[in-house]
């Protein structure tokens, strides 16, 4: 289905400070595909999440989405396709309880109240917290944070759904839950994170980013146990390949 | 609203930054007293919430246009007067430093301006009596929505006092209250709003940092004689503004309105009269004087009264064209020679 | 867009203060106190003056380029802050209307003299205080401040302000992204969810304050902020003062401009 | 020495709202000693790690560092001994630049100028920082805050060393710096982190925290392959322990 293609081609996006935070960046992602981002502290990751739904537009070079080019004009739309969960869950939510936070979305849709309450329910239901619905954000542990963070995108059944780091205050189990529900969902999924073990299993391919740039792109397995690659980029091999 | 520098005359600026600067230092003496040192950290990231705040747009209902919050009744209210002077002076200074937002001159203006009158007018003798105790929700937020609209009134009246009272602008008193008064009404109202929710919700969640900060918050001094006038000289300000509204939204009675509250009403003549006291004190303080210069209006000096306008001789305004031209030239070529000598240093 | 730009721009600025060159290192009491007179002087003189203005250009002109500021950011930002003034200053031409004589074929209403008036000393004042802060960091500002004798509450304030500015404005802005993500512009922007981000954003700042309290408090914290600053004024600021107050005093009692114009006219015309 | 021992006897935590966050917490720790604190999301670990220096203070129970119990009257003499690192560097760098940030601490101890230097050149050269000096926190990446605010914390020379999850946002190769760092330093830690990885790295010890519980105390590799406690706590075996 070409709506739920993603694609980069020769961007460039330099920050009004001018820093050249991405740099000819080129990739293609098709439908369903689970595609990794990894690299260094700094290395473009989180600049080139937000270009997917216009947060930020490139300074030269295409975005297309689905069929749609990235523009001002049509980020409204495009947003209603991709759903992006931030690095720290406190920036995504920003209402006063957990209920009114994941329904936030679905309101804006112009839904029914009785389909946003169902919406809210099952997006909660499917991380597993749908107890907290009453709750202030605010005084959640970091874990639960990030769970109710998945569920307000999750709300918006989003056809691509990209995630940043969303791993990184998540206890075991809550993460190993991640991992099945990324492992479940069937759209094209974009996650960029230090956590290489997770990636390692959720995804089938890599793209490496230096210093704004692709460094490498392919199998997420082959990139993955290339240590000489990986050391040239501040990474690890996974911990799981490590051997003691 | 913020005033800006180009707008100004030496003797307003310098008179608004003495008051702005005196009420600096009294606001730091009597915080020191009572201050406990959990509060600093928590002013300074107060003030760099009010500056995201300010950040962040938002649709007003039914205009379509987009307003942001000022923020002073709120600091006061969380934070009490002294330290929410000292923070929204802080915010200020930063504007006018970062984002050139008035200039370093009209600071002084600004901070009266933005900061006197919520923290040392609105917030102890609107909200504190309307608030009482700070249990209700619903006095709260009337009190809340009452004192940011006062405080804001103010604040452009005063804006528009120090224009005229400059004299850089053509503006009449009358029309110039017109265009601000009304505008902020608007958004005085959106803010009062704005306050009011946020106190509601601070209420709910967190009803103990709210208690807190009402009951060591130091209270206002007794209500003599004065405190009375100058609440009387609010009101009136208010209905000023409230009326050129009205009349505004009435185009047959503005002539009428006009008339009858800046011409011959009692402001006009108060303005007058402070005019020609603040022009005394900058005829005895400007050691640049103001008027006369010799050079552009010779006609001035000869009368021995102030010009109303240059009486600029074709020949003058030549050679003055030509020069500034000139002038203009060289310091361009000053830039380039300075820009190409580092270039080569380095 | 408005948000980040904004946010940006301080930040632009800020990396720009610590770049350091002749300007910079000035000390920064004398920046401040020379920035001040020069204001002061612009703004002194009178409401019709055009011409004597110009030569004045030569002080952010020295700052900007010894500085090594890029020219398109300061016109960028005096631009954008220019409204307030223009919006007060256009009424002068339709207001005053007498007519003056430019040259000798063309007359004009006096209020485009003040007009032109407002709008340079405009540009003169905010090129100014944004070169001020463009060449010397904000904190050193602060430390002058203190120095000077301003409150040390104020400037502790201050210093916290800056340092949070930038916390705060990341976190907000990245609220504002996750807002406008589901909101699709439609209701999400007024002002009722408005009021209950702050709100949000409101107890999560009251928060933040404590846990940065218990940070100061575990290194010691007492109630004073203490500085090892000291600043000692050399040869090289007291020779930047002089030229800096002997040029806005002949600039401000001599009509340069029009000198040199004469002598123009005399030697060509 | 008796004065780097930390010793709980029987703490309990109640927070405001009445959330019960510590029941019944008793354990001791000896000079030296490297002790990981794990456990899942919300199960008390960053509480236990407020009490080590009197940022709360016991609803019952006592806390003894060295030869102090703590209450408010000691905790400023505690709090030259406790380092804590917070899990998020920007409530800990609250100064305008690197170097006034690092000096602060020594500077309140009442040091003379030439002796600030001296430590701050120490602490920051530990971290491999020092080039940062001049800077504004607010300039610094993820990675370079949380060296900074190790070097803050270790400018006051503590004898026992706590840190809130200090790997969470650093890429692999800063990681891997950290538990050298950590693994160097000769006085007692306390490390509470999801990162078994990095616990079962540093710490000889383990204690496991289940709803404000001490669930188990012991030698972190023992405790660290048993996957049936582990599990029990909504953790895993660490990724390095378990074989694809
Ligand atoms: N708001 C900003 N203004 C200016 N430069 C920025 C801004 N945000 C990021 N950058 C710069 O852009 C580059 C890429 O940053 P980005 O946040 O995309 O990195 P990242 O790969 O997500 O890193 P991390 O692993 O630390 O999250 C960095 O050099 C960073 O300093
Ligand atoms: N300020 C607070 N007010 C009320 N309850 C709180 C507060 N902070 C934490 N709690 C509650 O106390 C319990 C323990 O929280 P704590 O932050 O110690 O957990 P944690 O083990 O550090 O979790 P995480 O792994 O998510 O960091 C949780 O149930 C939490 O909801
Ligand atoms: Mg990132
Ligand atoms: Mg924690």
């Keep these: ?244 | 609203m913020h005033m800006a520098d180009a707008l100004l005359s030496p003797a307003v600026g310098a008179t608004m930054w003495a008051g702005s600067l005196a009420a600096l230092g009294y606001a730091s003496k009597k915080l020191k007293e009572t201050i406990d040192n959990k509060t600093i950290p928590l002013m300074g990231v107060m003030g760099a919430f009010i500056f995201a705040a300010q950040m962040i747009n938002f649709t007003i209902p039914g205009t379509g246009s987009s307003g942001h919050l000022g923020g002073g009744m709120i600091l006061a209210i969380m934070l009490g007067p002294y330290a929410a002077f000292l923070v929204l002076a802080s915010v200020l200074t930063v504007q006018a430093l970062f984002f050139a937002d008035g200039g370093l001159l009209a600071l002084g203006c600004n901070i009266w301006n933005l900061g006197i009158y919520p923290c040392f007018l609105a917030y102890p003798l609107i909200y504190k009596p309307i608030a009482g105790k700070g249990t209700s929700t619903r006095r709260l937020s009337i009190a809340a929505i009452v004192s940011a609209l006062i405080a804001l009134q103010l604040g452009a009246f005063s804006v528009v006092l120090e224009t005229l009272l400059s004299g850089k602008s053509e503006l009449p008193l009358d029309t110039f209250l017109l265009l601000m008064q009304p505008i902020h009404l608007a958004i005085g109202l959106v803010e009062g709003f704005v306050t009011a929710g946020i106190i509601s919700y601070v209420q709910s969640a967190r009803p103990e940092f709210l208690e807190s900060n009402i009951t060591s918050r130091p209270h206002a001094a007794g209500t003599p004689v004065k405190n009375i006038l100058i609440v009387f000289a609010i009101i009136t300000v208010i209905t000023g503004g409230a009326l050129s509204w009205f009349a505004s939204t009435h185009p047959d009675g503005l002539e009428w309105s006009i008339e009858k509250i800046t011409r011959k009403g009692e402001l006009a003549q108060q303005t007058q009269g402070i005019a020609a006291a603040l022009r005394k004190v900058q005829e005895k303080t400007a050691f640049l004087p103001d008027y006369n210069f010799p050079s552009t209006s010779p006609a001035a000096g000869k009368d021995g009264k102030p010009a109303s306008w240059p009486q600029i001789e074709p020949g003058t305004s030549v050679a003055g064209i030509v020069g500034s031209a000139i002038v203009l030239g060289l310091i361009m070529l000053i830039g380039f020679g300075i820009k190409t000598f580092k270039k080569r240093q380095s | 867009m408005a948000f980040d730009e904004q946010y940006y721009n301080i930040g632009y600025l800020d990396r720009l203060s610590y770049a350091d060159t002749f300007v910079h290192r000035l000390d920064p009491r004398i920046k401040l106190i020379t920035s001040l007179l020069f204001l002061f002087t612009v703004i002194s003189f009178p409401k019709y003056e055009v011409a004597a203005l110009f030569p004045f250009f030569l002080f952010p002109a020295i700052l900007l380029t010894a500085g090594e500021i890029p020219l398109w950011f300061i016109v960028k930002k005096v631009a954008i802050v220019s409204p307030f003034a223009i919006f007060i200053g256009i009424f002068n031409p339709l207001l005053d209307t007498a007519p003056v004589a430019v040259l000798p074929a063309l007359t004009v209403a006096a209020g485009w003299f003040s007009f032109a008036s407002i709008l340079l000393k405009f540009i003169l004042t905010v090129s100014t205080a944004l070169l001020l802060i463009a060449t010397t960091s904000f904190p050193t500002v602060c430390h002058a401040l203190r120095q000077l004798g301003m409150p040390s509450l104020f400037v502790s304030q201050l210093l916290f302000l800056y340092r949070y500015i930038f916390v705060l404005a990341e976190e907000t802005m990245r609220i504002v992204r996750a807002r406008d993500m589901r909101s699709f512009g439609r209701k999400g922007t007024d002002v009722k969810v408005f009021v209950r981000i702050m709100g949000v954003l409101f107890l999560r700042t009251v928060e933040r304050a404590e846990r940065i309290y218990f940070a100061m408090l575990a290194r010691g914290f007492q109630g004073d902020m203490p500085t090892g600053k000291h600043y000692s004024i050399a040869t090289r600021d007291m020779i930047f003062a002089g030229s800096v107050v002997v040029c806005l005093f002949v600039f401000r009692f001599y009509p340069v401009s029009e000198i040199l114009g004469r002598f123009f006219q005399e030697l060509f015309l």
């Excluded at chain 1, 739309?77 to 720290?88: A, D, P």
């Design chain 1, 1 to 244: 289905m070409s709506h739920h293609i993603v694609d980069f081609r020769n961007v460039f996006f330099r920050y009004p400070d001018s820093t050249e935070a991405l740099r000819d960046v080129s990739f293609r992602i098709t439908h369903g595909e689970a595609v990794g981002i990894i690299g260094g502290n700094g290395a473009g990751k989180s600049t080139l999440l937000l270009h997917l739904n216009g947060h930020l537009l490139p300074t030269s070079g295409i975005v297309t989405i689905g069929d749609l080019h990235l523009t001002g004009k049509t980020r409204q739309e495009i947003r209603k396709k991709v759903g992006i969960v931030f690095q720290n869950p406190d920036d995504q939510l920003f209402m006063p309880t957990v209920y009114d936070d994941v329904a936030f979305g679905p309101r804006n849709l112009g839904m029914e109240e009785e389909d946003v309450r169902q919406r809210v329910h099952d997006a909660l239901n499917l991380v597993n917290s749908f107890a907290l619905r009453d709750k202030p954000p605010h005084h959640l542990s970091c874990g639960q944070k990030s769970a109710v963070a998945i569920a307000t995108v999750m709300a918006m059944e989003p056809d691509i759904l990209a995630m940043d780091e969303p791993a990184a205050n998540l206890d075991p189990k809550s993460r190993r839950l991640l991992i099945n529900l990324l492992t479940t969902f069937s759209h094209s999924r974009i996650i960029a994170s230090h956590d290489l073990d997770l990636i390692l299993d959720v995804c089938s391919r890599c793209i490496v980013i230096r210093e704004g740039t692709v460094a490498a792109d392919g199998p997420a397995r082959e990139i993955l146990s290339d240590r000489k690659l990986l050391e040239e980029n501040n990474l690890e091999l996974p911990l799981s390949l490590q051997r003691y």
